[in-house]
């Protein structure tokens, strides 16, 4: 059965870093893309990073481009999400997230919703 379990949420001030951890099991999410969604308070949830299976394709929301780096080890089965000069607009619940083809009838993996979701991490940044 595939899984995606989170890790790593928490309360930080304003200006410091966070890492979120993600482990994805089951035979469904092996050599697939990974990435994370997030939904902040008020809104939807929206799309903020995603990793190809090899590791050499991200993608960034632009809102997070250049603070977050999305990183991935496939002898763990591991995704993570390394979040830095965090802002009080980042708060909100992450989703790690699994797609079951990199690219399919015209569209990338980063392009469409994903077919996998974990339950969620709460990240809270103070001001």
């Known amino acids: 059965q595939a899984q995606l379990v989170e890790s790593g949420g928490g309360l930080v001030q304003a200006g410091a870093s966070l890492r979120l951890s993600c482990v994805a099991s089951?035979?469904?999410?092996?050599?697939?893309?990974l990435g994370w969604f997030r939904r902040v308070p008020g809104k939807e949830r929206k799309f903020a990073a995603a990793i190809s299976w090899s590791g050499n394709d991200k993608h960034y929301d632009e809102s997070v481009k250049g603070r977050f780096i999305i990183s991935r080890d496939n002898t763990k089965n591991i995704v993570s999400l390394q979040m830095n000069n965090l802002k009080p607009e980042d708060t909100g619940v992450y989703f790690c997230?699994?797609?079951?083809?990199?690219?399919?009838?015209?569209?990338?993996?980063?392009?469409?919703?994903?077919?996998?979701w974990g339950q969620g991490a709460e990240v809270i940044v103070s001001s």
């Open positions: 089951g035979r469904a999410l092996d050599s697939v893309p």
């Open positions: 997230t699994a797609w079951d083809w990199e690219y399919t009838n015209g569209v990338y993996y980063y392009e469409r919703d994903p077919d996998y």
